[in-house]
């Protein structure tokens, strides 16, 4: 079983577009994350849910909208998709419980805007 | 000011040597936590190593040890015993804030490691 599953894996679409990336995690854990990793590797904060509230909210332009039904899902949706929105995005999960608070991510999405 | 500061964009180990992947950091908190992650080309983020702020031992975890000097701020993983399979991009995170609330991980720009037999 995946603990944290996100799809789909490969996305491809044009600009101008509207997509969405789902992610579940099976952990039990009750914060949330999305994270872009860009072209050169660099990994950035989006956003943080914390038992579906909206908890950390980078600099992300509001074409980027998360929704958490529940505290097991976290979504991505991405309206007007613009070329530099190409990057791979990640999904996380963490316990509070845990000593560690280590993220468990999820095996990324590949966004690639034409 | 960059919080997480790798150094190294590239490193080069042959098979079975040790070799230690320098990671800096940079806060103010009292409560910190520090990790290591590893990315193969398939492109998964693998958790490797944690050490707390407040630890006084360094960490191990089987190859992997962290290199903790909480004074010069540097967090550096060692993998000793190096093997094929370690050829990947390895980022340093932290966690400030650890009993303050939520926070998240910042990463540093992360090392390819390179394994030759």
């Known amino acids: 079983d995946t603990a944290v599953s996100q799809t789909p894996k490969y996305l491809v679409t044009q600009m101008g577009n509207d997509k969405s990336i789902k992610c579940e995690q099976n952990?039990?854990?009750?914060?949330m994350y999305w994270y872009k990793q860009d072209s050169k590797k660099f990994l950035k904060i989006m956003f943080s849910?914390?038992?579906?509230?909206?908890?950390i909210n980078e600099t992300v332009p509001n074409r980027f909208s998360p929704k958490s039904p529940d505290k097991a899902h976290l979504n991505l949706h991405i309206n007007s998709l613009e070329l530099g929105d190409s990057a791979v995005y990640f999904c996380?999960?963490?316990?509070?419980?845990?000593?560690?608070?280590?993220?468990?991510f999820g095996e990324g999405s590949r966004l690639t805007v034409l | 000011a960059q919080k997480i500061t790798q150094t190294q964009p590239g490193m080069f180990v042959q098979e079975k040597e040790a070799v230690t992947l320098d990671c800096t950091y940079d806060?103010?908190?009292?409560?910190?936590?520090l990790f290591w992650y590893k990315q193969p080309s398939s492109g998964e983020m693998i958790f490797l190593i944690y050490q707390g702020s407040y630890d006084e031992q360094n960490a191990t975890e089987g190859r992997y040890s962290l290199n903790f000097q909480k004074a010069r701020k540097s967090a550096n993983l060692v993998i000793s015993a190096s093997q094929l399979g370690d050829s990947a991009m390895y980022f340093c995170a932290m966690r400030e804030g650890l009993y303050s609330g939520y926070s998240t991980l910042t990463f540093g720009k992360g090392t390819m490691l390179l394994v030759s037999p």
């Open positions: 996380a999960s963490s316990g509070t419980r845990s000593s560690t608070g280590e993220l468990f």
């Open positions: 952990l039990g854990h009750d914060t």
């Open positions: 806060t103010s908190d009292q409560s910190y936590g």
């Open positions: 849910y914390n038992n579906k509230e909206l908890i």
